[in-house]
């Protein structure tokens, strides 16, 4: 398997149910994003992990809870959503330039298309 | 005032047309640009990736960046069907160190006429 990995594809939840996305890259990346993207509207950042320390949390509701046990692997833990939180949701996996700051480009995954009934 | 504008479209031309798409950003940081493409129930991948301003070539793709007026583009010759889908113009400031998520346009449609 090469490049970003997301499972699973779709997920259909209950607003009380509890889930996990799960995202693997296979590319040696040392960053991994959250993104969701929403009909009509901008891909919005969730969470940045930084060599697995969370550097940002766009005011995400903690209904969503990342997690980043290692440098290749980045879990998305969702509890008690809403029916607003239907989305595409899409890991991303980029290399940090050393000394400049910033990143070099980001790899998406092919996301999971979450609907919550 | 949002951080990036791109026209959403959809944007309709014929096979072998030279296709134009821009975004328009409001923050001078950004120093980071670049396309992606986005086909149906996929996830965005990759195009062109530039640092500043200036231009870049790569194929049939030229991506354009113009600091100044904090406006970019992307120009796709000989377009051919398989070119149809949605473009996503993304950018992103130095933190000095640490990853920066990136901030992206709304994407435009693009559908390309056999």
């Known amino acids: 398997e090469t490049g970003v990995t997301q499972t699973p594809r779709h997920l259909v939840m209950g607003m009380t149910n509890k889930k996990s996305l799960k995202c693997e890259q296979h590319?040696?990346?040392?960053?991994m994003y959250w993104y969701k993207q929403s009909a009509k509207k901008p891909l919005e950042l969730m969470f940045v992990?930084?060599?697995?320390?969370?550097?940002e949390n766009n005011s995400v509701p903690s209904r969503f809870s990342p997690e980043c046990p290692n440098s290749s692997h980045l879990f998305l833990h969702l509890h008690t959503l809403q029916p607003e939180d239907s989305a595409l949701y899409l890991c991303?996996?980029?290399?940090?330039?050393?000394?400049?700051?910033?990143?070099?480009?980001?790899?998406f995954g092919p996301g999971t298309r979450l609907t919550v009934l | 005032q949002k951080e990036v504008e791109q026209d959403p479209g959809p944007l309709s031309v014929p096979e072998g047309a030279i296709v134009s798409l821009n975004c328009t950003y409001s923050n001078s940081a950004f120093q980071y640009f670049m396309w992606y493409r986005q086909y149906s129930r996929k996830g965005p991948e990759l195009l062109m990736y530039t640092y500043s301003s200036g231009n870049k070539e790569d194929g049939r793709f030229t991506a354009q960046v113009d600091k100044s007026s904090k406006y970019i583009s992307l120009f796709i010759r000989d377009s051919q069907p398989s070119d149809s889908a949605t473009y996503l113009c993304a950018m992103s400031a130095s933190t000095g160190g640490g990853a920066d998520g990136l901030t992206f346009g709304k994407g435009t449609h693009l559908i390309i006429q056999p």
């Open positions: 590319l040696g990346h040392n960053a």
């Open positions: 991303a996996s980029s290399h940090l330039l050393a000394g400049k700051g910033g990143t070099d480009t980001q790899y």
């Open positions: 992990y930084n060599f697995k320390e969370q550097t």
